[in-house]
């Protein structure tokens, strides 16, 4: 069964640094989105991706995030200067077709970036 | 605002047991309603879903009925197995957002 694949599975950067996660949904689908989940906390919706664009995204996903497709593949979530804050487990998900239509997101394993 | 309450966890069972997990919803208009499910050292994955009231999701022995009048979403299996040991995220997504909104998660743990 197709599935979505994150890399790497953990990463640790020093505070200030950037931190590039990686993701290759499934190959066939359109919509991409990103959630984290901090450490005992609820998972939460940080951005969507389609059509080469940000469809949505939430209070949580400012300046220092930014989404890219770079090329048929990868999806990839840039944090331009870490925080302690953004220690948590990253998760990437991508769908057929929009939410609103119903059609479930698939997960991937996530990464778990720990910031010191 | 929009949110999923989860059953506070953890629930430990003996295998063979039946399992309730309850998940109540504030949504405005008529979300679809996930039930995603994460064993130990993977990421989440789709356990059951249903998009209109009345609506049944089932899989692997595991059901849940959307309930509008009570805007619940009640996660059930009739007998638990050791290997269904895991964490249960009740979520939702509504008309014209692209985001799911996940509970807390419930963790299972069933022990033979």
């Known amino acids: 069964e197709p599935e979505v694949t994150q890399t790497p599975s953990h990463q640790v950067t020093q505070m200030g640094q950037e931190v590039i996660l990686r993701c290759v949904p499934i190959s066939n689908h359109l919509y991409f989105y990103w959630y984290r989940q901090i450490l005992g906390q609820k998972v939460e919706f940080l951005v969507s991706f389609y059509n080469n664009e940000i469809s949505e995204k939430s209070e949580i996903f400012d300046d220092q995030f930014s989404v890219e497709r770079p090329d048929g593949s990868n999806f990839t979530l840039k944090i331009r200067s870490t925080k302690l804050e953004d220690s948590a487990m990253y998760f990437c998900?991508?769908?057929?077709?929009?939410?609103?239509?119903?059609?479930?997101?698939?997960f991937g394993d996530g990464t778990r970036l720990s910031i010191l | 605002g929009n949110s999923v309450t989860q059953m506070e966890g953890p629930v430990t069972l003996s295998e063979e047991a039946f399992l309730t997990i309850n998940c109540t919803y504030t949504a405005t208009g008529y979300p679809s309603l996930f039930w995603y499910v994460q064993y130990p050292g993977e990421g989440l994955q789709l356990l059951l879903k249903?998009?209109?009231?009345?609506d049944k999701g089932s899989n692997k022995g595991f059901e849940a009925t959307y309930r509008k009048e009570t805007t619940s979403f009640h996660l059930e299996k009739g007998s638990v197995q050791v290997s269904d040991s895991a964490v249960y995220f009740c979520?939702?997504?509504?008309?014209?957002?692209?985001?799911?909104?996940f509970g807390k998660g419930t963790k299972l743990t069933v022990n033979p």
């Open positions: 249903a998009t209109k009231a009345d």
């Open positions: 979520a939702f997504t509504q008309g014209g957002s692209e985001k799911l909104v």
């Open positions: 998900a991508s769908s057929a077709e929009a939410s609103y239509s119903n059609q479930p997101q698939h």
